[in-house]
């Protein structure tokens, strides 16, 4: 058992600008459903999880689902979004399949990774790329 789920730990979706300590919270409901993909398609590598104000992607998009914000959600203030490694065309689909079993109704579909957020201030429904 790990600190967050059965599978995932704080330490995995830490804010990683080395300013601050790392300590902002993750939606409870984001590692819930991260947790049933991890169920279903074993384990999961986080890339990104939670930036703090400080980190220097949250100064280039500082609405961005990864920087700590109150939604209204009842979760209080939290991170609402994780990047995960997705290499390779079948497992792209098998995490993608996975995350819209899981509930996940934003997702960002990067050449390495996946953008999964459940971040209810933005549209719903929507896949994106980032295709420059
Ligand atoms: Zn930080």
Same mark, same amino acid.
């Not at 300590?23 to 999961?44: E, F, N, T, Y």
């Not at 990047?83 to 689909?93: L, M, P, T």
């Not at 996975?98 to 209810?120: K, P, T």
């Given at each position: 058992?790990?600190? =967050? ?8 979706? @830490?804010? &990683? ?12 409901? =984001?590692?819930? &459903? ?13 890339? /990104? ?35 995960? @490694? @997705? ?8 995490l993608l399949d996975?995350? =819209?079993?899981? *509930? ?9 990774? =996946? ?5 209810? /201030? &933005? /549209?719903? *429904? ?7």
């Amino acid at each position: 058992m790990s600190d =967050l789920t059965r599978h995932f730990s704080q330490s995995e979706v @830490a804010c &990683k600008c080395g300013r601050c300590r790392g300590g902002a919270k993750i939606s409870p409901d =984001l590692m819930d &459903k991260l947790q049933q993909m991890r169920d279903a398609v074993g384990p999961i590598r986080i890339t /990104s999880g939670v930036r703090c104000r400080k980190h220097t992607e949250s100064r280039t998009r500082p609405t961005s689902s990864h920087v700590p914000n109150d939604l209204g959600d009842g979760e209080g203030r939290c991170g609402h979004a994780v990047d995960i @490694a @997705a290499v390779g065309s079948g497992r792209r689909f098998r995490l993608l399949d996975a995350a =819209l079993a899981a *509930g996940f109704v934003r997702v960002g579909i990067g050449s390495s990774f =996946l953008h999964l957020d459940n971040d209810l /201030s &933005k /549209s719903q *429904g929507v896949a994106w790329d980032y295709y420059k």
